[in-house]
């Protein structure tokens, strides 16, 4: 029993569970066995689904390794400017095969209205108008559910009147940057540091070739800068540095939402109580400024109608026979990833009451493990640098797995988190006091 509790504390097996999730996930996800067009991939979409969900429950239950006596040998060298200047240089290095890549997709309705709405957003905000009117441009009405970060950066395209995936790509190029400087504030093994700032070039360079969608016809790649930014954030232990990194993720994604409980109680409990509410004063107040104010009090009914839209789309995809492939089941459901084609199978005979089924456990699963984290998030657990991560690992992995109207590039955010988990298990449980 000894032995079996000893080995259960080494950092090995965390590790042995940590970085075959992210093949896992690289090799399912990256390489196209979950691709559009494929009904015959079930096996891959619960392989998907184990890849962020075994590694995070891995980080919430498996102790980091002891922390070492002194900052390992080249550590000093590494922590001057050369990690974030890797994290800046060698996303920027791709800027070729990005070029590339836009010139092959060029923006417009051929590719998907995601970038012409934002573009039409942008174009009303610059003359003074209200972004959030319906939009009827491109000959069917949109009540836009998008949240003020997931569409007003790309103003700065709008006003200089350049392709505005360049602000994506910018966006993932400063969050790679700010990584870097992460872990440079870290101790860490020098290769774990260098590996890890290599990452997200890594991954980026990954999606270009794999994923072409992603970068090419939506804006995912910010909102993948967002996630890596506040995953980076949560290897540190300062609330004010995980409330600056949350702000944008919540005001870009609704599922961000999930995690700031088990963040404020946590922060409560490990920093203090006016540590939370500063952190959550921050948060407010960046809400405040950009979307309450300038949006939301001009209409009020703003995310009424935006939800009310998406679940006008949603109903859509589920039950119209127009949006539905050749198999007479739902194409997006097949073409997507997660839990929704699999509760689709238990009723296909009455998609209508399969999704109020379907939304109905979405909301109870999300819920579920959101208080779960909070009843497991004791002080001396929230100061393992992994089980931050792992927390919001496994609140993105529910909120995007169970998303009845599964998109395939949304899961590109789950493996930006899994880049920070890769230093978060060399990271010891102490850590987080001198980063």
Same mark, same amino acid.
């Given at each position: 029993?000894?032995?079996?509790? =000893? ?10 569970i ?7 996930f690289g090799?399912?996800?990256?390489a ?7 009904? /015959?991939?079930?096996w ?20 980091g390794?002891?922390?070492?006596k ?14 974030p ?20 997709m ?5 590719f ?9 957003m942008?174009r ?14 491109f ?18 395209a ?25 872990l ?18 890594v991954?980026l ?12 016809? =939506?804006?995912?790649?910010?909102i ?6 506040f ?21 870009s994604?609704?599922g ?10 946590? =922060? ?29 009090l001009?209409?009020?009914?703003l ?22 492939g ?22 296909? /005979? ?6 109020r ?13 959101s ?36 998109? /395939? ?22 850590? /987080?006091?001198?980063?």
């Open positions: 029993m000894t032995n079996l509790l =000893t080995t259960l504390r080494h950092p090995f097996l965390l590790r042995s940590l970085l075959p999730g992210v093949l896992v090799w399912v996800y990256l196209g066995r979950v691709a559009p067009g494929r009904d /015959d991939t079930a891959a979409h619960w392989a998907l689904m184990a890849s962020t969900v075994l590694p995070a429950i891995a980080m919430l239950l498996l102790p390794p002891a922390a070492p002194a900052r390992p040998l080249a550590q000093s060298w590494l922590r001057g400017w050369w990690l200047l890797l994290g800046l240089l060698l996303p920027v290095s791709l800027w070729p095969l990005a070029a590339s890549l836009f010139e092959s060029p923006v417009g309705l051929s998907g209205d995601v970038i012409p709405q934002i573009e039409v942008n009303r905000l610059l003359a003074g108008s209200d972004p959030y009117a319906p939009i009827w441009n000959g069917y009405e949109i009540r836009t559910p998008y949240l003020p970060l997931h569409w007003m950066p790309f103003s700065l709008a006003w200089l009147g350049f392709d505005p995936r360049w602000v994506s790509f910018a966006g993932w190029v400063l969050a790679s940057g700010v990584f870097g400087l992460v440079r504030a870290l101790r860490l093994p020098w290769p774990i540091a260098l590996i890890s700032a290599a990452l997200p070039a991954y360079a990954l999606l270009i070739v794999f994923r072409p969608v992603l970068l090419g016809a =939506t804006v995912e790649l910010l993948c800068a967002y996630t890596l930014v995953a980076a954030g949560l290897l540190l232990a300062r609330p004010l540095v995980h409330a600056a990194g949350w702000l944008p993720l919540l005001l994604r609704y961000a939402v999930l995690f700031f409980p088990v963040w404020f109680r946590a =922060t409560w409990l490990r920093h203090g109580r006016a540590a939370a509410f500063r952190g959550a004063a921050v948060v407010g107040l960046g809400i405040g400024l950009l979307f309450v104010v300038p949006f939301w001009q209409r009020p009914r995310l009424g109608d935006g939800l009310a839209y998406h679940d006008f789309v949603l109903t859509k995809r589920w039950v119209n026979p127009r949006f539905h050749a198999n007479g089941k739902p194409s997006l459901l097949y073409e997507g990833i997660g839990w929704a084609r699999f509760v689709y199978e238990l009723a296909p /005979d009455d998609p209508p009451a399969t999704l089924w379907m939304k109905a456990g979405y909301a109870a699963s999300a819920l579920l493990v208080f779960g984290l909070l009843w497991m998030g004791s002080v001396n657990k929230w100061r393992r640098p992994g089980f931050r991560v792992g927390a919001l690992l496994l609140c993105l992995s529910a909120f995007y797995h169970g998303l009845p109207l599964p998109i /395939d590039y949304y899961f590109s955010a789950l493996g930006c988190v899994l880049l920070a988990a890769i230093p978060a298990g060399w990271l010891a449980n102490e850590a /987080d006091d001198d980063g």
